[in-house]
Structures are given as C-alpha cells and as structure tokens.
C-alpha cells in the first residue's frame, strides 16, 4: 500500500504545508500580527537544533555506546543557565549593531574585519556543508527505505541517477523555500517571520513522530500491546543499554561542552537564537521550554535502540534506520509514514535555516568584500541592492549543491556518517572569539585569527583529515603515523596523547592551538582604535544602552552621499523611510537637515550593516566619507570618559539612594524634635501654671495687705502667714523643676557610694520630723538587723525619701495619721515601702502619679505639692537601676515602694558612711 | 447693695483671699472646692455671679460653665473665670462657652473688684 508515488506525494504535500505556514506567517507579519513573536514560538525554533542526525542518528549512536548520545543534549541543557547573561548579550550587541550571522559578530567586534569575516565564513562552510549533506542522504535514506515497504532492505548507494534522486529534488526544492522565505528582504538582520514559523512547526512535527515511535514501541516493551518483541536477553549488544554508565568522564565532559557551544555558534542556531530574536524577554521562556524539548524527544531513545537491537541481532540492518524500519517490520505503514515526515521535518528545518545563515555569510563577508575591492577601479551597477539579492539567492543554490554532491561523492563513507560532531568541532573554534569577545576587551584582530586559523587546522589536521582516511580517501597510514612518519605527530593521538575518542583528541587540541593563540598574539599588541571602540560596545552590552554606542568617528561627509550609498542598496523608499524616521528621533522634520555628524555617519553606517554586514558597511561607508583616523588615545579617552560617566552616574545613583535615607532620617528626627517641642510646651505650659497658682495668692495678699492699713492684726498675720508658705512653695517648685530639668538633660552628678538604706531612713525621718509632727502624724519603722547595702548616691536617695514620707504624712487623716516605712530584702534587692492610711489611690491613677504635675486630689482636698516630687523620684531611682511603683489595696491608704539592687559586698567592707 | 457671690476653686489660699476681697465689698459669699460640688451650689444658692477656676477636681471651670450656660433658669448668672491657664486659646473657649469675663492669675486685687461691681451692675 505505501509506493513510490505516495511517499513522493505525501513529500510534496507536506512541503506544500511548510510553504503554506511560512507564507501564511509572512502575511501575518505583514498585516502587523506577528506569530514569531511569541517566546514559544522562539524556544521551538530553536529546535533546529534537532536535525536527522538526532532524529535517526541518536537510536544509532546508543546502540553503539549506551548513554553516550545524551551529552549532545545535556550539553545544551547546562549551557542554557549561562543563557540569561551569555546569550542575552549575544542578543543586545546583535540588535544594536544589526548583526547579521555569526562571520558578521566575529567581525564586527575585533574592528569590523572583513578578513575576519571571510575566515569564519570559510570555517563555517568546511564545517557545515557534509553536514548539510547528511541531512540529504537521511531524506534520501528514509525514501528509499521506506519504499520498499513492508519489505526492510538497506538502500545502496548511487544505484540511481541523481536527477531521479529524491535528495536531489528536495535539494532543489529547498533552496526555492529558502530563496522564497529567506532572501525577501535584503536586510538580513530582519526576521524571517515565514520561515520561522515554518521551523517552529517542523519542530513541533518532529517531536510527535519521534514521541509516537517511543511510545508504540516501549507499551511493545514492556508487553502493554504494541509489536510482540523479542524477549530482552543479556546479549553482549545489549549491554551498554541496559547497563549505561558514563564512563568515560573526558569524553562525557568533552561532548557536552562541545554541544553546549554548538547550540549557541552553529551558524542556524544564531541564525534562529540572535538574528531571528524579535524580543529578549522570549529567552527567559526558552531558557526551560528548550531544555524540555531535548528531554522529551530524547525520552525514548533507549527503548527504540533495544527494540531494534532485539528484532534485528544479526546486524544487516543499520542500526540509524531503526525509527524506520521498526514500524515497516511491524507492519504499520501510518506509524511509518509519520516517523518518515518526522525524519524530514528534522532534515528540512536544518538545511533551510543552515543554508539561510550560511548564505548571509557567504554572500556579505566572501563575495561582497572581493567586489567592494573590484568596485574601487570600476563603478558598479546602480541597484546594488538587487544584485546583492541576487548574489545571496545564487549562494543558496550553490551551498545546497555543494552539500548534494558531498553526499553524492561521499556515499556510505566515514567522512559523511560521522560527521556530526566534526563539523560541532569545527564552528566550537569561534568559541574563543565570540566568549573572549564578549568578556575581554584585550583581544585584538589578529589574535582573533591567529585563534581560528590554528584551530581550524589543527580541526583539519586531527578531524577531517582522519575521516578521509578512513573513508579512503587518503592513505590509512596517515592515521597511525602523521606527518611525515612522525608518531609525534600522528592524527589522532598528537604529541602521544591517546586514550581519548576522537573528538574529545580533536576537541581538546584544536581548542588549545585556538585559546593560546588568540591570547598569545592579542597580547603582543594593545587594541587599537577601532577594536576598543567595538570592545566597549560588546562588553559592556549588558549595562550601556542606546546612549553609549557613542560612535568613535570623526571627519567630514555629506549627507546626500550617505542617502544615496543607502539607496543603492536598500533602495530608495525603504531609505527614505529609514532617514526620515532618524531624523525624527533627533527632533527634525527632513533627513536633508541631518548634520553628518559621527552620529549620522553611524547611523547609516548601522543601516548598512543590516544589510551587508558590519565589515562590508564600514568599508562602504567610508568609500564616501572623509573620516579621520582616530588616534588610540583618543578613543582610549572616549572610552575612558564614557566609563567616567557611568561611575559617576552609578555615584550618583549612590548618593542620591544615600541622600534619600538621610531626608528619612532627618524627617523622623524632625519628627521627634516636633514631639519633644510639644512635650517642652506641655511642661512650660505646666510649671506656668503650677507657678502663677502661688503667685496669684501672693498677689492677692500682698494687694490686700497694702491696700487696706485697717485690717486687724490676727487677719494680717494669717496673710503674712500664707505669703510665707505660698513662698516657699514657689522656691519649692522652682528648685524642683531645676532639679528635674539637671537629671533628664543627664547632667546631674550621681555620686556611687555604698549606702546602708537604715542610715538614710533615719536620716529622711529626721528631716520631715517637724511636718510629720505639725500634721499630727505617727511614723512606723520596720526594719531588719542585717545592714541593707546598696550602691548608690546617698543624698538622692534620701531625697526620695523624704518625698515619699512627706507624701504619706500630706495624705494620711490630719491628727489620726499612720505612716509605716518596711524595709525587707527581695530577691537581689532591697525594697523601702512607705504606707499611710489615707484615702489610697484609684486603680487608674498608680501609674499617672509618677507624671510631672499630675496632682491627686485624694479624698476631695487639693494637696499642697508641686506635682514634681514622684516625678523626680522615679528618674532617681531609675537612675540608680532600681524600680519605684505605687500600690493602693482597697480599703488602705497608698503604698509607694522602690527597690535598689542589693550590693554583694561584705557590710564590713563599706566605707564609714555613718554621720 | 448685698449680692450673693460663689467662689468656686481648689486653691485653699486664693479662696480666702477671694473670699476676703468679696467681702468687703459687702456681698455674700460662698466657697466651694471643686466642679461638682460649684455646681450644685449654683442650683441650690442661685448666686448672682460665680468666680470660676478652670483646673479643679472632679468636674473643670469649663464644664461647669456649659453646664450653667445650658440651664434657661440660671440665665441670669454672671461667671468670671478665673485661671492660671493664661493662653488666649483657653481664654477665647471661656468666653465663647459663655462666660461673661475672664481673668487670669495672677490677678489684680483693683481690677477683679472693679470687675465684679461692674458686672453686678448690669443685672
């Protein structure tokens, strides 16, 4: 049921579904809603990562050596935590610098060389064109194999003629998609909307026929319906599956850490990752919807690899062809066919996007600079810009047929099966560049391709070199022996290093030649000008912004020159608009207006190099300009003076965060200061009226007094009597708010004695003895034999005293009074009580009488104090790390009690304080 | 002619010397010492003018003031408010609650008997 004329049409319809999504997208993009846009959209692409080479590949290489097709992906997973800082700058330099590819990034930043540029491109199209050729055989293979079902025969190769090939026609094919979708503009570090969408999708395809496959045949494993397998026996081949290891560590590290550059510096993958970004927030999604992807298409790897292993032992089938001929051997042709479209979805994506990528390079960094040296003797055409289109168009064709006859040439050859990682070995060469390049602004041009041309040869030497013996082409001894019948030199194990696989040899030597020789030769020469101007832009990326691409430039040119340098390649309108819209940006109405300055000159400069490339655009630019040369120190001190600027903006930053906090500060502090304000205007207020009371009486009498000479004697003594005690009650209150004032503002001298609290009870009941008396008072003392020692000022202490005596014996009964003072120890402490049976103190009030002026009228009368004495004791005894407090059970007097921390030493020890 | 006069403070001295001044003059005096017990004798002893103390015990000048002011049958009781509060706020509260005079300590023996006369002789 499956012939020749399905599969073709099933081919040719789905690539007709891919032009379809691709043109779709295109006129989405169009009518301004784009569906690339999307972060998932993004991560998807990146897919394309996934070629045929995973597709049919990974099931092959387990077979081989167990786990040893996962480092490809984890790799990958591992680099994208780097993502966030690594690629995101790869991203932002690109976006501002119109990066075009990664010849292009590698360029622009050691000076915007084109020999830079044309070497990466050279690497990169060695590199990559067998691999491309790769993804042509898998699209021949699985045809072939896949017509002659339900029958499983290995395809010869070469037994057709091309023209009838399939991998021919898809070539063909190919490059009409990717000339249709990839060349529609010329400015290159625009996205490809349509083809992007196209890719997305493939890789949406690919995943489900790879997850279809794995689940069919692992319910068949584990006996859950399915094909009836094999039982699993522990057949020597089986053994790296069932017992994976990771053995050995070199190479696991090796493969990974190549994998994990490849993902980033394969020519599609910064083709889909950087150029074809429209947004560098969609990362932060593919920083995890990638990783999944890899695990999920990897999922099912092993039970494919088993299964194969387990219906064809006897090894005639080729282990790579177990995604399709499992389904053909059992029977199910709609699996097959879906395996068959997974196949070439993974194929078509890598070859469209590489070709694409590759054709940029090609086209701007190889063919451009060779006719931008022609056009220095002879004029060219005036439409550069179609021509341009047309060179990239012609490239695509070209590298689609270089990759149809490597495979074509190469056959079943090593050269062209073991491919994979090689050509991975030969772009993780711009590692150094490109990495060096973003963190360290010492690298210089030559240093740069001292690195990659080392290590493009040693890649030559080691690698490819090796592959073509083996495939044949070259004598077998070249392998064992090296140059010249050297050991030292033999290619897979230089300067006697063996023990490695190939490609970790490989890896590790032409990584080593590249990393020494890019330092070795930067360092024998400081950057020059326009090297550190570039440095600045891609090392800085991740903090400067539009600002700072501050353009190093400096001479003279006309505007209308750069218009029409820009018109002959983008073309008049899209110029135009381009110029019109800068113009804009910098506040005027005409492009005719722009100064040509450095920074129009830049701006056209960038506009170009959209479209040509940084290094082609540079050299144009300045076909038309009269550019001065700028002196290293000169840019040294542009530099220098932008780093200036951002330090000071950064202290700035500093200062005005500080400058914030100390507006806080101060506005709490105000804050307080508006609260003591007020506390000090309560207090003034207070102490006025607790001084105009006594005045207004002495007034008062005094008035009386001298007014009226008749008054009797006994009247006028009893005036004279209150003009005397309202007078002592102002002294009174005058020295207290004294008093209070010395102690809160700390300047009160405390003396520190030790103090026996016996000696100053006796001492303060002896200075009130007269009031206590006058009040008709009783005084009962309580105290115990053992000498209560205290630290302590002596006269403040009796102060307290006396306040808390003369308090009892004013609110006890006038006549029937009773003032008991108990000393007892308490815990570390002594406490003096002193209690009189007055009328108490409300519950609510124990605490307020300890406030300034805060006056009890207990019992209904008015006392006679100045409301400062509990006040000015609790800060005494506060002072002395005591307590004081006010108790009133009910139906008793009040009881004021204060503790003192006892003192510890010997009573015998105290100095003779006793008067 | 012999008026009634409350004398309503916590002050014992400045009592008696209030007490003294009013006397003389020939009025009739009585004392009370504090908020509530100034207001009940207001109620009871219908004065013709009550000196008021502001800061006192149990009830304030100000509330015993309202307290009069919102009573119809003791309108025509005259009030000095008499007080060591000397800011202008309290004085300006004393006289828009209704008080008829304000004073503050310390006084002028002259002036508050000059005042009382003169707001006896409006009755």
Redo the contacts between chains.
């Keep these: 049921m499956i012939n020749g004329p399905l599969i073709i049409g099933i081919s040719f319809a789905y690539l007709g579904l891919l032009f379809a999504v691709a043109y779709w997208a295109d006129r989405r993009a169009e009518q301004g809603r784009s569906v690339i846009a999307r972060p998932t959209v993004y991560a998807l692409s990146l897919a394309v990562y996934c070629t045929a080479w995973t597709f049919y590949g990974s099931v092959g290489r387990a077979t081989q050596n167990g786990l040893g097709f996962l480092p490809i992906y984890l790799g990958p997973t591992l680099m994208t935590f780097l993502w966030g800082a690594l690629l995101l700058k790869m991203v932002r330099v690109s976006k501002a610098e119109r990066i075009t590819s990664i010849a292009d990034f590698i360029a622009s930043r050691y000076g915007k060389s084109q020999l830079l540029g044309g070497l990466v491109t050279i690497i990169a199209v060695i590199g990559v064109i067998p691999y491309i050729a790769l993804q042509l055989k898998a699209i021949a293979w699985s045809f072939t194999i896949l017509s002659h079902y339900p029958e499983v025969r290995m395809p010869v190769h070469g037994d057709r003629p091309f023209w009838g090939d399939t991998a021919f026609v898809v070539a063909l094919l190919l490059a009409a998609f990717t000339i249709l979708f990839g060349t529609r503009h010329l400015d290159a570090s625009e996205r490809h909307e349509g083809l992007v969408a196209a890719i997305a999708f493939e890789s949406i395809v690919k995943l489900v026929a790879f997850l279809a496959m794995g689940l069919f045949i692992t319910f068949g494993l584990l006996g859950l319906g399915g094909p009836a397998l094999p039982p699993i026996e522990g057949s020597a081949q089986l053994k790296p599956l069932l017992e994976p290891s990771i053995a050995p560590f070199a190479d696991w590290f090796a493969i990974s850490l190549l994998a994990g550059l490849a993902v980033m510096l394969l020519p599609r993958q910064f083709q889909v990752a950087v150029v074809e970004n429209s947004d560098e927030r969609h990362l932060r999604r593919a920083i995890w919807l990638f990783p999944l992807y890899l695990l999920l298409i990897n999922l099912f790897v092993v039970p494919i690899a088993i299964a194969g292993l387990l219906t064809f032992p006897d090894g005639t089938v080729n282990a790579d062809t177990f995604m399709l001929t499992l389904p053909i051997i059992f029977e199910q042709p709609w699996l097959a066919l879906l395996v068959y479209i997974g196949g070439l979805s993974a194929a078509t994506g890598m070859v469209i996007v590489e070709t694409i990528a590759l054709s940029t390079m090609v086209s701007n960094d190889l063919v451009l600079p060779v006719l931008l040296r022609r056009w220095r003797r002879r004029p060219p055409a005036a439409d550069l810009g179609r021509m341009l289109l047309t060179i990239r168009r012609g490239a695509i064709v070209v590298i689609l047929l270089l990759g149809y006859l490597y495979y074509w040439l190469a056959g079943e050859a090593y050269a062209l099966v073991g491919i994979g990682l090689i050509s991975f070995v030969a772009v993780a060469q711009f590692a150094p560049a490109v990495i060096g390049g973003l963190y360290w602004r010492g690298g210089t041009r030559e240093g740069a391709l001292a690195g990659l041309s080392a290590g493009f040869l040693v890649w030559i030497y080691t690698l490819l070199l090796p592959s073509f013996a083996k495939s044949g082409w070259l004598p077998r001894a070249f392998m064992e022996t090296g140059l010249g019948g050297l050991d030292i030199l033999a290619p897979m194990a230089l300067f006697g290093l063996s023990g490695w696989n190939e490609i970790t040899h490989g890896l590790f030597w032409s990584l080593t030649a590249n990393i020494g020789a890019f330092l070795f030769v930067s360092s024998l020469r400081a950057p020059n000008a326009a090297e550190a101007s570039q440095a600045g832009i891609f090392v800085d990326a991740s903090r400067r912004t539009a600002l700072a691409s501050a353009p190093l430039w400096r001479g003279s040119a006309e505007i209308a020159e750069l218009i029409t340098l820009a018109e002959r390649f983008l073309g008049s309108v899209r110029t135009r608009a381009a110029f019109m819209q800068y113009a804009r940006s910098r506040g005027l109405d005409s492009p005719d207006a722009l100064p040509a300055d450095a920074e129009t000159v830049y701006f056209a400069e960038t506009l170009l190099s959209g479209a040509i490339g940084g290094a082609s655009a540079r050299v144009m630019v300045a076909s038309v300009t009269d550019e001065e040369p700028l002196g290293l120190d000169e840019v040294l001190n542009i530099l220098d003076e932008a780093s200036q600027i951002r330090a000071y903006s950064r202290q700035l930053e500093q200062k005005s965060q500080a400058l914030e906090a100390a507006t806080a500060e101060l506005r709490a502090a105000n804050v307080r200061l508006q609260e003591l304000d007020r506390m000090k205007d309560d207090f003034i207020s207070s102490v006025t009226h607790e001084l105009r009371t006594p005045l207004a009486s002495i007034r008062a009498f005094s008035e009386i007094l001298f007014d009226d000479p008749e008054i009797d004697i006994e009247q006028r003594r009893r005036f004279l009597g209150i003009l005397v005690s309202e007078t002592e009650r102002l002294s009174r209150l005058v020295n207290q708010v004294l008093d209070l004032a010395k102690i809160e503002s700390g300047h009160a001298d405390w003396r520190t004695e030790v103090v026996e609290l016996q000696t100053v009870i006796h001492q303060a009941v002896s200075a009130t003895e007269q009031y206590v008396e006058e009040r008709g008072c009783r005084v009962h003392l309580d105290l115990p034999d053992e000498s209560a020692m205290v630290w302590g000022d002596r006269d403040r202490i009796v102060q307290v005293l006396v306040n808390l005596l003369s308090n009892a014996a004013k609110f006890a009964p006038t006549g029937s009074g009773e003032v008991w003072i108990r000393l007892a120890p308490a815990d570390a402490a002594w406490r003096v009580c002193v209690e009189d049976n007055g009328y108490g103190i409300p519950e609510s009030d124990l605490e307020l009488v300890f406030e300034k002026f805060h006056q009890t009228a207990r019992g209904g009368a008015k006392p006679g104090g100045t409301g400062l004495g509990l006040p000015i004791s609790r800060r005494i005894i506060d002072n002395l790390g005591g307590r004081i407090w006010a108790e009133s059970p009910p139906e008793k007097g009040a009881t004021l009690c204060f503790e003192l921390p006892a003192h510890p030493g010997n009573p015998t020890d105290r100095r003779p304080d006793h008067e | 002619m012999s008026k009634r006069i409350l004398i309503v403070d916590?002050?014992?001295?400045?009592v008696?010397?209030?007490e003294?001044?009013m006397m003389?003059e020939g009025h009739e005096v009585r004392v009370a010492?504090?908020g509530e017990a100034g207001l009940a004798a207001v109620r009871t002893h219908r004065p013709d003018l009550v000196v008021l103390d502001v800061?006192m015990?149990?009830l304030d000048g100000f509330a015993v003031l309202e307290a009069v002011r919102a009573d119809p049958g003791l309108a025509g009781t005259r009030i000095l408010m008499l007080t060591?509060?000397?800011?202008e706020a309290e004085q300006n509260k004393g006289l828009a609650l209704g008080a008829d005079a304000y004073m503050?300590?310390?006084?002028?023996?002259?002036d508050l008997v000059d005042k009382v006369k003169e707001l006896l002789d409006r009755t």
């Design positions: 916590d002050e014992p001295n400045i008696i010397s209030l003294f001044l003389r010492r504090d800061m015990p149990k060591a509060k000397g800011r503050s300590k310390p006084f002028s023996t002259r």
